[in-house]
Every structure is written in C-alpha cells, then in structure tokens.
C-alpha cells in the first residue's frame, strides 16, 4: 500500500459558532488519499468542495476530526508552522492563476523557492526547468498581462512544482479556460501524475474533468455520498446514494 498522504477523520466546519446563524458546512469527512493518486473532489457548488479543499490546503482548520498531513497533525500547528507546511507540502493551482502581475514569468515560479530560502542560482535554474516542462520556457520573460489564460495556468503549475511538494491541490483549474486550452492543462496534469508520479487532487464541480481522473470522492450537502476508485473498479464508501437505492 503506498504512503497516506491526507488522512481525514470525521471533519466538521462550522462558521458563526454559538450564534443564532451557526452554519455547518462539513458533516464528518472522512478520506485517505495516498501517494501517487489522482483524486478528484467533485460536487455542485455549496456542496462543501471549497471548504474542504480550504482544508486540505491548509488555509483553514476543521471546527472538529482530525486531519494529518505526510503524518504532520496539521490542527497542532500555528499559524507560522501552516504558511510552511503550505510552502513546502502543497502546489496550489488556481482557477485565477493567482499570478503576480507585475514580475516575469520566471519570478512568478521562483517566489515560493525565495520563501523556501533557495538560492538564487538555484531558484533561476529550477524554475527554467519547470517552465520547460509545462512548454514556457520562451515566455520566461513575459510578465502576466502578455500572457493568454492557457499561458499563465502553465506558469501556474509550473509554480506549484517549485518545491517539490507531496500533492498538487488544483482548485476548478480550467474554469476560466476554453475547452481546448483546458484540455492542454489536463494533459499537463497526466503528465505531472505518471511520469513525475505526483499525487493530484482535483476540486470541481464538472463530471467530465472528474472523469478524467483515478478516484471520483462525491461530496453533497458537506458529506460524502461516494468514494469510487476506477483504477480498482471499486467503490471505498458509499453512502446515501446506495441507501436511497435499496429503498428504491
């Protein structure tokens, strides 16, 4: 069995705690996603996607379980300790790119390794490979503005490799894309997951994109409703939609 990367247990979201408009979100996630895997996170919006990625990404923590990260438990840490769990654990990629505007694209790619305390050398050489490796080594030079959307999510991801981290947490990454510019990004994606063996997780509310994936996780309402691995052909947990079925 490959290594657990995420391990969730029983996590709950609430916002407004204690006050007449308290809202739970989450309702008991509970998942392992291990090393290697391409995972997608799917679900309608308000179904708790965004809240859950928020977690895994460690930009929030569960009002409730438990949630350990490469065996790191991440509701333990503070505040400092998450921004560098976050730096070094995790490749976001955004449906917004999130690039800076006013640097290179090579800069853009260089900045987490900068926070990380890699040399500048070191920084420059890296990130030229990472950009050659998602086909932008001739925009190096371009800031973001002289970029389409295609260009700047390939920055993006080559971002998101600087460090090396353990998962790459893509967050509806062709959203603001066409179809056939999104399609370039999905093959970048296979290509991180089999021949660099990255462990992808893929939040969006699209079947299709999902489809493309190794594991669909369905989330409703803040639960899972299905946990189907297609590499396997086997469904690791189902809930509602089974039960609803048999009463059918």
């Known amino acids: 069995m490959a290594r657990t990367i995420i391990q969730m247990s029983d996590i709950i979201k609430r916002y407004y705690i204690g006050m007449p408009n308290e809202l739970q979100i989450l309702n008991g996630i509970s998942i392992e996603i291990h090393e290697g895997e391409f995972v997608a996170i799917v679900g309608a919006s308000g179904s708790g996607k965004s809240t859950l990625m928020n977690i895994i990404g460690a930009l929030d923590k569960p009002t409730e379980g438990s949630y350990f990260l490469n065996g790191t438990d991440i509701n333990q840490l503070s505040d400092k300790e998450l921004s560098k769990i976050r730096n070094k654990e995790i490749g976001f990629v955004f449906q917004t790119f999130n690039l800076i505007l006013r640097t290179t694209a090579l800069k853009n790619v260089e900045l987490p390794m900068l926070y990380a305390g890699v040399s500048r050398k070191e920084r420059a050489k890296r990130a030229m490979q990472l950009l050659e490796m998602v086909e932008m080594k001739d925009r190096a030079t371009h800031k973001p503005n002289e970029l389409s959307g295609g260009q700047k999510q390939r920055v993006a991801i080559a971002r998101a490799m600087a460090n090396n981290p353990s998962i790459i947490l893509a967050d509806e990454p062709t959203g603001a894309l066409d ?70």
Do not use: C, Y
């Open 179 to 248: 179809s056939k510019t999104g399609r370039l990004v999905m093959d970048i994606f296979h290509k991180l997951h089999k021949q660099e063996g990255k462990t992808i997780v893929l939040i969006t509310h699209s079947p299709e994109l999902a489809e493309e994936t190794e594991r669909i996780i369905t989330i409703s309402d803040g639960s899972v409703i299905s946990d189907v691995s297609k590499k396997e052909n086997t469904v690791i947990s189902l809930s509602k939609i089974g039960e609803e079925a048999d009463v059918q």
